[in-house]
């Protein structure tokens, strides 16, 4: 392949462009590979469905606690009641959009915003909101709280 | 004559002949009423007629028609209004047989509020039906056009009430409408279009209007502001107020010139009002201090996080979660300036602390992001260099295969 | 180095490896002051490559329904290792591809490399412009997010307009008479199945034609080297000028990298079917000229629709670009001069349309 004119050439510039040019693609090559195969690699944040999310671990919540965890694009509302019981609605007002929280001195879902509340399922008690928030099923699977939007109806 | 008046009932657009409107629709005024006013009103729409309120008979053509003996009564006086109204009104077998939602104690209202006590008394310079309702082309509340719709209702009372010469024999003030104006209620109204926002009848009552009593102030107020009437119940400001015979929230927030409440009110600025009772040095002067401190203080954290996610967001980064969490912290700000009227720094400090933990942990994630960002074009400058040195080993690879004469 | 060898000698025993690439190490590139015209075929070939790997890439986390495409999106760009960098990439190397097909069609047709006998070789390639193009309309919709919502809403609404099949044609686009979640799964399935199939399939044959009829000539190199041949000489593709386009294929990645890292792509917000159109909705750039046409364009010229006017001008003129070798006429100087009449025209158009599309907002 090479023709008489590169036998010319020193050996040791040879071995300087073929050290360059071979560890120049290694090493460009391991730069766009490394990525690569980093991004097969499933996260540790294994879904982020719409439609499904691990919203906590048991435990997590103490009882007449809540959180605010990310379902979709939008923050939804986890509570353990003091009974015992598991309920996640929607934490988007359906007044003016301001982020809901739960009362524990009450037992009731409030908005800070102009005094809006819900009860534990999602129906607009009292206040501006004038509809429901969207109420979510709850499953534990295994150590894990799984919160999804509900089926059917 | 019988064919005159079929004639009539056809021509005329009402259920029943009405011909008053024939000579009084072109009359000058006071004695103008047209038929394109009168159609606007609800009793017109509902079937009834001149006749029905100043008597007479409306199928006659002319003059005949104002006769005494069939009950003409021509003008209505001020002093006969609300009696003529309530009798219709007040009857609910008949308003039942129109509209059987509509209340009928409008008059029995009426005769408790201030309005209602002086006219008793014979004053008819005070409101009657017709003043806030309209006459001649009245219209439901619901209508937008009415004068008693509730985007208009603080302008019909200011006709009398701000009218310092009308009201001069009252000793009232005359600026209740120029305050609320620049009121927040005044702006929910009008600018948001939230017709749920008090105006002067929602606190004042419509037909039974009087102000509030100086201990009724609070509960009034409380029909929204429940969360914040709560705190203030259990608080130590309440016993000392209703002691003191002050009108509870009025005496920071006034009654009706209510702006949108700052921080400020807590400084000691013009807008400030706890020194209006406190002494400099003093305890409470000294929580105030506490108080303004660390609700500044988590503001400015809000702040700041929101302003270093701006420059990681500009910059391409990701940080939609963070966003999301600085919600929580402003809804915590809010609900510490709820618990202010709760007068117990504990409390408002428990609400500020969270909002500071949300607002602490938001900035750390705007940090982060920032220095991903710095990671990846640290990334990016790597491999830009690994691919330099291949295109520079490529290029004097070529050079060598084809033998360049030059500098070998 | 052995092992190469013994690996080939295996290969060549068995499928006559030597033989069918013989042609391959005879094959010569011809060298002249125009030359670097010739490595705009070969980077969007590259870039296909990379669109093709990138995409790939992002299937392994993409969903393509309503509910969760713009999540998943979101996801990648955040919670997947370097996610960001293979979605940047693969948007701007999309338009990285469309702006060099374009640049090697005015390329190719301004050197005049359509000519006879290359006239299959200039179909196929406009075949492929097109496809190219369907790849972004198609792909610009996977997001699902405000800006693409609306843009294919509008893209879609215009292959509505055209007579008899238009409203047939906007169906089976849409999936439906509006833009749903059904849209979203058509359009995926075109985009990684229906048209990387077309493409691969014209591909091979665009680059056989190459390989048959070598490198054209421009027509004044032709001149020129015919006074004195030294004007150009013949450079072997193997290794010589493969070496080059190497050298062309890693700057563009090393370009690639700076613009996923520098400037990456930004998500959006998710779309809202029943939500307002925003202000200023307006198509990507490489339909911008299009769309802005179509904008100008009164709403009826002599009881004629307007739109419907503008859809048929540039449906002929489509069909005239492709049919272009075959226009030629008999005078070849005539019928040269034309073309390139009518080639300065449309880049001019184009860009003119464009930067006004974006003045205009």
Redesign the interface.
């Known amino acids: 392949m090479s023709n008489e004119d590169s036998q010319q050439v020193r050996p040791a510039r040879r071995r300087l462009v073929e050290i360059l040019l071979g560890g120049g693609v290694f090493a460009s090559v391991v730069s766009f590979l490394y990525p690569v195969l980093k991004y097969l690699v499933p996260p540790a944040v294994p879904d982020l469905g719409q439609d499904d999310v691990v919203a906590a671990a048991v435990g997590d919540l103490k009882p007449n606690g809540s959180k605010v965890f990310r379902f979709g694009s939008r923050p939804a509302l986890l509570l353990l009641t003091a009974e015992g019981e598991y309920h996640a609605v929607s934490a988007v007002c359906t007044h003016l959009g301001c982020t809901v929280q739960y009362r524990s001195d009450l037992h009731e879902i409030w908005c800070a915003c102009h005094n809006g509340t819900y009860d534990l399922d999602g129906r607009n008690v009292s206040g501006p909101p004038p509809r429901p928030l969207e109420n979510f099923q709850v499953n534990i699977r295994g150590k894990e709280i799984v919160v999804s939007r509900k089926r059917g109806v | 004559m019988t064919l005159a008046v079929c004639a009539l009932a056809y021509g005329s657009r009402a259920q029943t002949a009405n011909t008053c409107l024939d000579c009084h629709g072109v009359l000058d005024p006071p004695l103008r009423v047209t038929e394109a006013q009168f159609s606007q009103d609800i009793h017109f729409q509902k079937g009834l007629t001149c006749a029905s309120c100043h008597g007479g008979d409306p199928t006659k053509a002319d003059m005949d028609a104002m006769s005494k003996a069939a009950g003409f009564r021509g003008k209505i006086e001020r002093n006969q209004v609300p009696a003529l109204c309530g009798r219709c009104h007040s009857d609910g077998n008949f308003m039942r047989q129109y509209n059987p939602g509509l209340r009928t104690d409008q008059f029995s209202q009426y005769q408790t509020s201030v309005h209602g006590k002086l006219f008793a008394k014979g004053d008819t310079k005070v409101a009657v039906c017709i003043d806030c309702h309209g006459v001649h082309d009245l219209r439901p509340a619901r209508d937008s056009r009415s004068n008693v719709h509730p985007l208009n209702i603080a302008q019909t009372c200011a006709r009398c009430h701000s009218d310092a010469a009308y009201m001069k024999p009252y000793g009232i003030p005359t600026d209740q409408f120029a305050n609320y104006s620049k009121s927040v209620h005044h702006e929910a109204m009008t600018a948001r279009g939230d017709l749920?926002a008090p105006t002067c009848t929602t606190c004042h009552g419509n037909h039974g209007a009087a102000p509030p009593g100086v201990d009724s102030v609070k509960n009034v107020c409380a029909n929204?502001?429940?969360?914040q009437a709560q705190m203030y119940e259990k608080s130590s400001h309440k016993t000392v107020f209703q002691s003191a015979g002050l009108p509870g929230c009025v005496v920071c927030h006034s009654n009706h010139g209510i702006t949108h409440p700052t921080d400020a009110k807590l400084g000691t600025g013009p807008e400030g009002v706890c020194m209006q009772c406190h002494s400099p040095g003093d305890d409470c002067d000294r929580a105030r201090v506490g108080l303004l401190a660390s609700l500044t203080k988590l503001d400015q954290s809000i702040k700041s996080a929101d302003s270093v996610l701006g420059v990681a967001e500009s910059s391409?980064?990701?940080v939609?979660?963070a966003r999301?969490q600085q919600?929580?912290a402003r809804?915590s700000l809010?609900?510490a300036r709820?618990t202010i009227h709760s007068f117990q720094p504990k409390l408002i400090d428990q609400d500020i602390q969270a909002g500071l933990k949300i607002a602490a942990k938001d900035l750390q994630a705007g940090k982060a992001a920032l220095s991903e960002r710095d990671f990846?074009?640290k990334?990016?400058g790597?491999?830009?260099i690994?691919?330099?040195?291949?295109?520079?080993?490529?290029?004097?690879?070529?050079r060598?295969?084809?033998?360049k004469?030059a500098n070998? | 180095m052995k092992i190469v060898k013994q690996v080939r000698e295996w290969i060549d025993e068995r499928f006559g490896w030597a033989k069918l690439t013989e042609p391959l190490r005879h094959k010569t590139v011809p060298i002249h002051k125009l030359s670097y015209w010739y490595f705009l075929g070969g980077i969007t070939l590259f870039l296909f490559g990379i669109q093709v790997c990138t995409g790939i890439l992002l299937l392994m986390y993409y969903r393509p329904s309503a509910n969760e495409a713009f999540e998943s999106v979101q996801y990648i760009m955040t919670r997947v290792q370097f996610g960001w960098l293979i979605r940047s990439i693969h948007s701007w190397a999309a338009n990285l591809m469309i702006f060099t097909a374009f640049l090697h069609m005015f390329s190719v047709l301004f050197l005049r490399a359509y000519r006879k006998p290359r006239e299959l070789t200039w179909v196929s390639g406009m075949i492929l412009l097109f496809l190219v193009l369907g790849f972004g309309f198609s792909g610009y919709l996977l997001p699902w997010n405000t800006l693409a919502f609306f843009a294919t809403k509008v893209g879609t609404e215009i292959t509505g307009q055209v007579p008899l099949v238009g409203h047939t044609m906007m169906v089976l686009l849409r999936g439906g008479e509006e833009v749903t979640g059904a849209t979203l799964s058509r359009f995926f399935g075109i985009h990684v199945a229906v048209l990387p199939g077309l493409t691969a399939f014209l591909i091979l044959i665009h680059l056989a034609l190459v390989q048959r009829f070598g490198m054209s000539l421009p027509p004044s190199v032709q001149a020129a080297s015919k006074v004195n041949p030294s004007v150009v000489r013949e450079m072997k593709f193997l290794p010589n000028f493969l070496l080059r386009e190497f050298m062309a294929w890693y700057i563009a990645l090393g370009v690639l990298g700076a613009l996923a890292a520098l400037l990456p792509w930004e998500l959006g917000t998710k779309a809202d079917p029943f939500g307002a159109a925003p202000a200023g909705i307006r198509p990507e750039w490489y339909f911008m000229f299009m769309f802005q046409t179509l904008k100008l364009i009164p709403s009826k010229i002599l009881h004629i629709d307007g739109e419907l006017l503008g859809i048929g001008a540039f449906g002929l003129a489509g069909a005239i670009w492709v049919l272009l070798p075959f226009l030629g006429g008999q005078r070849e100087k005539r019928g040269g001069r034309l073309i390139r009449g009518a080639g300065v025209f449309a880049l001019c158009y184009i860009v003119a349309m464009t930067i006004y599309g974006y003045l205009a907002k």
């Open positions: 749920s929204c502001h429940v969360f391409g980064m990701e939609s979660e999301l919600d929580q809804d809010t609900k709820v990846r074009r990334g990016l790597i491999a830009v690994f691919i330099l040195i291949t295109l520079v080993g490529l290029f004097l690879y070529i060598q295969l084809e033998g004469p070998g």
